[in-house]
């Protein structure tokens, strides 16, 4: 195999369908006619070969209508001759075939795979195969295939057949029926591959990552199927990991006191939420920031009994000048929030927008002025929209956000000049100017209440410490979900994860991330 494609600069970078074909065809440009189809084929019975190992089973074989069947084609002539057993269902008219494909197809052919038709497919009702390898549809997918449709039908009936025999379905670059670049099935009655695996050819690809398209696809592989680097465009987008983060926030100094580490402010916590904006605070505390305040609506405690380090205010008492404003949690909308809301976006150097202040941005054309006013004095903002906020952020419907994500998070970004964190499976962080993030930690576990609290607190904590917007929301993105995916791991399982067992963990995942980057100790511990 080619490993991920094609240096380790771009190992973790993502590109759009459009950005595919221009490499595509630059790369073909170059090679012999069928080389990059070739390539695929070859990557795919390696990997099967290496990871999947059928020998006590058939290997069922599903070749379209396009280059994704070609590749399918390649990969079953390639595995007959290894001596797999392979069964071919070709859905195709073979007239239609590129060129490549056709070859692939007559070897194939003369291989000793055994070409079966769709209806020996639909009848089976309990096969003996070992693994399905989906060459459908790939990028070339158009329109939606429909739950009635002959495909449609053949996808529904594999799905059903691999859950309930638990046989592996290793999808060609993209699962069937997904959009390589949105995430989502086509059309509102598609149907799509549920691959345990997808191996995509010669980059990845957003719609693998995001939405819908992390359930479909399963475990991402990339081969570049050998095409040269000078062939690749600085990519539109990137997968977070953890090497992106090292040195991002230096290490402590030993001449250094809570004022070197920023100050917070969280703003909210009306009657009856106040638990948000304590849950943000705690985060944010958790997270390095020096000194905590909570700003309260309605009525401030006289302090947090779990948390006593945290200063409980009234939000009117507060000055934001020095500090990283965290506005939106449990906040809830009036005349005070939004007079609140216009002084932090004035006067805080740094502010993370969440909840309810993104609501009010939403409503109110002269808070979005404030709001752009902060780029133009460098002041930092991020902005942290779930769906529906987002949705009214930009004036669309929350299934139109999510219909794209990836664009939807690119407007943000343009019409607030912020920061923007995408929530969802497979958040985006979207800064002007810069390439698009795709974060690749957390689970399901992370749905539920509060945890989009604590994540705004992450993100104040890592602002006030002097991390630049768009690093400090890519981290804490990818802070929160290593701590769900820890907790997962070694914790509570994936169901019942709560916003406030979620704070140690990431403090937990935080040191482990300095740790591994800091400069080794000044003294090191005599030995007795
Ligand atoms: N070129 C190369 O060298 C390389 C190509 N590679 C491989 O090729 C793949 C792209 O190939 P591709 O462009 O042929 O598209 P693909 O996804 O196979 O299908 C298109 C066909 O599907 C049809 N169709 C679409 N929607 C439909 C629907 N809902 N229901 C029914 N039919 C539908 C569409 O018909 P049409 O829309 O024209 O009517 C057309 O016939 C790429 O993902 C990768 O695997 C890589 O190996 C690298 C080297
Ligand atoms: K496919």
Redesign the pocket.
């Known amino acids: 195999m080619n490993p991920a494609a094609p240096s380790n600069s771009f190992t973790h970078a993502l590109y759009r369908k459009a950005e595919i074909r221009a490499i ?1 065809a630059a790369a ?1 440009a170059d090679l012999p006619a ?1 080389e ?2 070739r390539a ?1 084929g070859k990557a795919a019975s390696e990997l099967v070969q290496t990871k999947f190992t059928p020998r006590d089973g058939a290997i069922l074989i599903l070749a ?8 399918a084609l390649e990969t079953g002539q390639l595995l007959a001759a290894r001596g797999y057993t392979v069964d071919i269902a070709l859905c195709a008219d073979s007239l ?1 075939y ?1 060129a ?1 494909a056709n070859l692939s197809l007559q070897q194939a052919r003369a291989s000793r795979a055994t070409f079966i038709s769709l209806e020996q497919i639909l009848e089976n009702q309990a096969p003996a195969y070992a693994l399905v390898i989906d ?1 459908l ?9 429909t739950a009635d ?1 002959v ?1 449609g039908q053949l996808i529904q009936h594999i799905n059903q057949l691999a859950e309930k025999f638990a046989i592996p379905i290793l999808a ?3 699962p069937s029926g997904l959009d390589a670049d949105t995430g989502q099935v ?1 059309g509102p009655q598609g149907v799509a591959i549920e691959a345990n695996t997808t191996l995509s ?2 980059a990845d690809k957003v719609g693998l990552h995001t939405a819908a398209g992390r359930d479909y696809a399963g475990r991402v592989l990339i081969d570049s ?1 050998g095409v040269a680097d000078n062939h690749f465009p600085p990519p539109s987008g990137i997968l977070s990991h953890a090497a992106m983060f090292a040195g991002l926030l230096p290490a402590r100094r030993l001449d250094s006191h809570k004022g070197s580490y920023g100050e917070v402010m969280v703003i909210g916590g009306a009657h009856g939420m106040m638990g948000a904006a304590i849950l943000a605070a705690s985060a944010a505390l958790y997270c390095g920031a020096g000194r905590v305040y909570v700003g309260f609506i309605d009525a401030a405690p006289a302090y947090d009994a779990q948390h006593p380090e945290l200063m409980c205010r009234m939000a009117a008492e507060l000055d934001f000048s020095k500090a990283c404003v965290v506005i939106g949690p449990g906040l809830g909308n009036s005349e005070l929030t939004a007079s609140l809301l216009a002084r932090a976006l004035q006067q805080a150097p740094y502010v993370v927008i969440d909840a309810d202040a993104l609501n009010l941005i939403a409503s109110s054309a002269p808070l979005r002025a404030l709001l752009l006013a902060r780029s133009q004095s460098l002041k930092s903002s991020i902005m942290t929209p779930h769906p529906l906020e987002a949705a009214r952020l930009l004036g669309i419907s929350t299934a139109q956000v999510q219909a794209d994500r990836w664009q939807a998070a690119l407007d943000l970004a343009s019409q607030f000049q912020a920061t923007i964190i995408l929530k969802g499976a497979g958040s985006i962080i979207a800064t002007s100017q810069q390439p698009l993030c795709i974060n690749t930690s957390g689970n399901p576990a992370l749905a539920s209440g509060g945890t989009g609290d604590v994540l705004a607190g992450v993100c104040g904590a890592l602002l006030a410490q002097q991390m630049a917007a768009n690093d400090a929301a890519r981290m804490a993105v990818w802070l929160h979900g290593c701590a769900a995916d820890q907790l997962v791991e070694h914790a509570c399982d994936a169901i019942g994860l709560t916003a406030s067992e979620l704070i140690p963990a990431i403090r937990n995942c935080l040191n482990q991330q300095q740790k591994k980057h800091s400069k080794p100790q000044r003294f090191q511990p005599l030995s007795k």
């Not at 379209?64 to 590749?71: I, K, R, S, V």
């Not at 549809?137 to 295939?145: P, Q």
């Open positions: 595509e073909i069928g990059l189809m695929a379209g209508p396009g280059d994704n069947g070609g590749d239609l590129s490549a060459g549809f790939g990028i070339g997918l158009s329109r939606a295939i449709s495909f060609l670059d993209v086509i050819f010669i199927l």
